[in-house]
């Protein structure tokens, strides 16, 4: 490897710098192409990629299936607008998601381009069904910076400064954030309270339920920390919004798709949500989303939403041979297996180094927790940055989740020497760090 970023990474960072708009930039590595679980950058270095353009890529960078059938698709047509006109690949690819999502209900599908989009047109549909104006969520949730979602997305200050007032009836609770939980109790002694909190408390003085159309939740939080609810959490929630006839919505833009050991991450939890959302792996790596919703919310008039893009042809021929190469070779099942591998390992460097303070996750939705000495496990965020530093100048590529989390997000077709080798890069990054800091 020659030292990350090399001249030609450096010259693309520098003229992205001057060109683009700041975003969320992690390392400076400059991709030139994929395969599989590996990044090539415009160097020559080659990484291995734990961040899988942030879930995107469920069945690896480039699988041979995905390109040609979007080579096809391409060649044939590649938009028409599937709102307004009908596609066949869009029926297909509807029929697919209504089998695969949870539950035996009937259900309809409406498409669309990215994760924050599928939560907007989740809310929109919630609102219109039920007539009520407000949504509740969790704090620390992330669900997309477009203004609805933005409503409730609530993960970091500087993902919703300067950008108040917002579209308006958006209500927080505290997450079910064991190891930080915010009212102080240990599961399960805590007799959920978290979850019960909500009827008891909110409904009782600042929410009144039968203003609530929806509550939101992603089944493993993403941005806010990769945090997953205690057994029971979700089938509480659920059932309190049953009791008022509040629509759950189930986030699986990051957790679904297989990322989790299963289809989509509420199916850990016993819960059939009335609408959920996905996106991020759905493509292949083409922008695709959509909403999955229980058939007798759907719009009775045309026009109440729509959009120009959604089921583009050649998004949909990707989303197509992924869920087929899901099925066909194992891959879910891979995620389960090398998901409990790659915690075993994780929880090994965890007995070496008492700065991991915490490692949790589902599948290969994975999270080590960085922490600096104290009773209460204070966030150490300088020591989570230069691990992360280290680790991508070693050729891994990771991403940060939470206040001082790393989160591990291979391509669900990872292999056990490549967790393996993995862990030993991480290994190194982390010895490193501790020296440097």
Same mark, same amino acid.
């Given at each position: !490897?020659?030292?990350?970023?090399?001249?030609?990474?450096?010259?693309?960072?520098?003229?992205?710098?001057?060109?683009?708009?700041?975003?969320?930039?992690?390392?400076?590595?400059?991709?030139? &192409?994929?395969?599989?679980?590996?990044?090539?950058? =415009?160097?020559?270095?080659?990484?291995?990629?734990?961040?899988?353009?942030?879930?995107?890529?469920? #069945?690896?960078?480039?699988?041979?299936?995905?390109? $040609?059938?979007?080579?096809?698709?391409?060649?044939?047509?590649?938009?028409?607008?599937?709102?307004?006109?009908?596609?066949?690949?869009?029926?297909?690819?509807?029929?697919?998601?209504?089998? +695969?999502?949870?539950?035996?209900?009937?259900?309809?599908?409406?498409?669309?381009?990215?994760?924050?989009? %599928?939560?907007?047109?989740?809310?929109?549909?919630?609102?219109?069904? $039920?007539?009520?104006?407000?949504?509740?969520?969790?704090?620390?949730?992330?669900?997309?910076?477009? !203004?609805?979602?933005?409503?409730?997305? %609530? &993960?970091?200050?500087?993902? /919703?400064?300067?950008?108040?007032?917002?579209?308006?009836?958006?209500?927080?609770?505290?997450?079910?954030?064991?190891?930080?939980?915010?009212?102080?109790?240990?599961?399960? %002694?805590?007799?959920?309270?978290?979850?019960?909190?909500?009827?008891?408390?909110?409904?009782?003085?600042?929410?009144?339920?039968?203003?609530?159309?929806?509550?939101?939740?992603?089944?493993?939080?993403?941005?806010?920390?990769?945090?997953?609810?205690?057994?029971?959490?979700?089938?509480?929630?659920?059932? +309190?919004?049953?009791?008022?006839? *509040?629509?759950?919505?189930?986030?699986? =833009?990051?957790?679904? !798709?297989?990322?989790?050991?299963?289809?989509?991450?509420?199916?850990?939890?016993?819960? =059939?949500?009335? *609408?959920?959302?996905?996106?991020?792996?759905?493509?292949?790596?083409?922008?695709?989303?959509?909403? #999955?919703?229980?058939?007798?919310?759907?719009?009775?008039?045309?026009?109440?939403?729509?959009?120009?893009?959604?089921?583009?042809?050649?998004?949909?021929?990707?989303?197509?041979?992924?869920?087929?190469?899901?099925? $066909?070779?194992?891959?879910?099942?891979?995620?389960?297996?090398?998901?409990?591998?790659?915690?075993?390992?994780? /929880?090994?460097?965890?007995?070496?180094?008492?700065? +991991?303070?915490?490692?949790?996750?589902?599948?290969?939705?994975?999270?080590?927790?960085?922490?600096?000495?104290?009773?209460?496990?204070?966030?150490?965020?300088?020591? $989570?940055?230069?691990?992360?530093?280290?680790?991508?100048?070693?050729?891994?590529?990771?991403?940060?989740?939470?206040?001082?989390?790393?989160?591990?997000?291979?391509?669900?077709?990872?292999?056990?020497?490549?967790?393996?080798?993995?862990?030993?890069?991480?290994?190194?990054?982390?010895?490193?760090?501790?020296?440097?800091?």
């Amino acid at each position: !490897m020659t030292p990350i970023p090399g001249p030609n990474a450096q010259r693309i960072v520098a003229q992205d710098t001057q060109l683009m708009m700041t975003s969320t930039k992690s390392a400076p590595i400059a991709a030139a &192409s994929g395969q599989g679980v590996w990044i090539t950058d =415009v160097d020559g270095n080659r990484l291995l990629d734990f961040a899988s353009g942030v879930g995107v890529l469920a #069945v690896g960078h480039c699988h041979p299936e995905v390109v $040609r059938a979007v080579q096809e698709q391409a060649g044939k047509l590649s938009h028409f607008a599937g709102t307004d006109y009908y596609y066949d690949i869009q029926n297909r690819l509807a029929q697919k998601l209504t089998e +695969i999502t949870p539950g035996s209900h009937a259900k309809k599908v409406f498409f669309v381009n990215s994760g924050a989009e %599928s939560v907007e047109a989740a809310l929109k549909l919630a609102r219109w069904n $039920r007539r009520r104006p407000i949504t509740i969520g969790l704090l620390g949730a992330f669900h997309g910076r477009t !203004m609805g979602a933005l409503t409730m997305t %609530s &993960s970091k200050p500087n993902q /919703r400064g300067r950008f108040e007032p917002f579209t308006g009836g958006g209500h927080h609770i505290p997450p079910p954030y064991c190891f930080r939980c915010p009212y102080k109790l240990t599961y399960p %002694s805590c007799d959920l309270y978290c979850a019960k909190i909500l009827k008891e408390l909110y409904f009782e003085t600042a929410i009144p339920p039968d203003d609530v159309a929806a509550f939101i939740a992603e089944p493993l939080m993403g941005e806010g920390g990769y945090v997953v609810p205690p057994p029971g959490w979700h089938r509480a929630i659920k059932s +309190i919004c049953d009791e008022h006839g *509040i629509l759950f919505i189930s986030d699986e =833009v990051q957790a679904g !798709m297989g990322r989790t050991g299963k289809w989509f991450a509420i199916e850990h939890h016993g819960v =059939v949500p009335d *609408i959920l959302t996905t996106a991020k792996a759905l493509g292949g790596g083409l922008p695709m989303g959509a909403i #999955v919703f229980r058939k007798e919310l759907d719009y009775t008039v045309p026009g109440a939403h729509s959009n120009t893009f959604g089921g583009n042809l050649v998004a949909g021929a990707a989303s197509l041979a992924t869920i087929g190469i899901l099925e $066909r070779d194992h891959v879910i099942e891979n995620a389960r297996k090398q998901g409990e591998h790659l915690m075993a390992r994780l /929880r090994e460097l965890q007995q070496k180094y008492p700065a +991991i303070g915490d490692v949790r996750g589902l599948g290969l939705m994975v999270a080590a927790e960085f922490v600096a000495p104290g009773r209460d496990h204070p966030p150490d965020v300088k020591l $989570r940055d230069r691990v992360m530093d280290e680790s991508w100048h070693r050729g891994l590529i990771l991403l940060p989740c939470g206040k001082s989390a790393l989160r591990f997000i291979p391509p669900l077709i990872v292999q056990t020497d490549e967790v393996d080798e993995a862990i030993e890069i991480l290994d190194a990054a982390i010895g490193a760090a501790l020296g440097s800091g």
